[in-house]
């Protein structure tokens, strides 16, 4: 899991850590970016990796979900020379902004951003006190509508999985009793109150709220839905020789990540005392080693590395096969998304 990903990242003195894009020498090599191609980054953000990759003199076209990081890009699109197009999208829909010939390399850096963390309004931190909103798109159901309409075996679910949070049923009773009379609206009233309810053992590295926090971000967003269907997406996008590059910062995600590789690798499923299954014909190959981490160097200077995993495969000729999300064995909870019903 990433330490601190939903409290907000600090550096040593406690002040808000500079986005720095994660294993970007690794990214860059796995891409193999260079003058002619054509790079997806479905996850621009304050476009780190996107500099980079313009830097290698291939073009860029750059997807996001947050407003503010497209008002903020415009700037890099004006200096790009027309090499860099910039689309407010969820990366979900990825295959949609694809040239007709297909990408020649896919970029996705999985979860909330080090610039979203600082902004206090978007209540991604609860060591920055703000809504209680946590909403990348800025629409739709917020952190706020979760906490304070769910009912309580949803939130012992959401906090449970999404968050593997052993204290989500005490967590999430507390909620529910405090909520009726005084509903949650920021991110350290309700910090405050899971502190209370759980507090931190002298063992444990983070503040007790930080596993609701990243449950609530994941549920709001959607982000495991999302990734799963940008996998998807990708399939579809790149060419053949295409590269497919996604850094992860917790278990969930790398786990989808490492299933859809390993479904579309063309390996059969069964026991070895069962006959074979049908042979499939692989539209993945692995690169390079199934995940790199950082270096001790790197995640020492930027905290955000520590968890990072980085996978990356290539496309093959085969066909894009049918979405089929059975193989990601993720619990279906998509009757959340009725809040308070």
Avoid: W
Wanted: proline share 5%; hydrophobic share 45%.
């Amino acid at each position: 899991m990433t330490a601190n990903l939903g409290s907000g990242l600090t550096d040593a003195e406690g002040g808000p850590v500079r986005h720095i894009p994660v294993l970007l020498p690794e990214v860059l090599a796995a891409l193999a970016a260079q003058p002619g191609k054509v790079i997806l980054d479905g996850t621009f953000g304050a476009g780190g990796y996107t500099s980079a990759i313009l830097a290698t003199g291939a073009d860029v076209v750059a997807l996001d979900r947050d407003p503010n990081a497209i008002a903020a890009g415009q700037a890099l699109v004006a200096s790009s020379g027309g090499h860099l197009t910039l689309h407010k999208s969820q990366f979900s829909s990825l295959d949609a902004y694809a040239p007709a010939g297909g990408l020649d390399g896919i970029v996705l850096d999985i979860g909330v951003s080090s610039m979203q963390i600082d902004e206090a309004e978007r209540g991604f931190s609860f060591q920055r006190n703000g809504p209680l909103d946590m909403r990348m798109s800025s629409s739709g159901v917020s952190a706020a509508d979760v906490v304070n309409r769910c009912k309580v075996g949803d939130l012992i679910r959401i906090f449970g999985f999404l968050g593997e949070e052993k204290q989500s049923g005490r967590i999430a009773r507390a909620i529910e009793k405090r909520r009726v009379d005084n509903p949650f609206v920021t991110t350290r009233d309700l910090a405050g109150m899971i502190e209370i309810v759980a507090p931190r053992k002298a063992k444990d590295k983070i503040h007790p709220a930080t596993r609701v926090f990243q449950a609530l971000r994941i549920f709001v967003n959607d982000e495991l839905g999302e990734l799963a269907q940008a996998l998807f997406s990708a399939e579809r996008a790149l060419k053949p020789g295409g590269r497919l590059v996604i850094v992860s910062f917790h278990s969930l995600e790398d786990r989808i990540v490492k299933k859809f590789l390993s479904d579309r690798s063309g390996k059969a499923s069964g026991s070895r005392f069962l006959p074979m299954a049908h042979e499939r014909a692989a539209t993945f190959d692995a690169v390079g080693k199934q995940a790199v981490a950082a270096t001790e160097e790197e995640a020492e200077a930027n905290p955000r590395a520590r968890s990072a995993k980085l996978r990356a495969a290539q496309r093959t000729a085969a066909p894009a096969e049918k979405p089929d999300f059975s193989i990601f064995d993720l619990p279906d909870l998509a009757s959340l998304d009725r809040i308070g019903g």
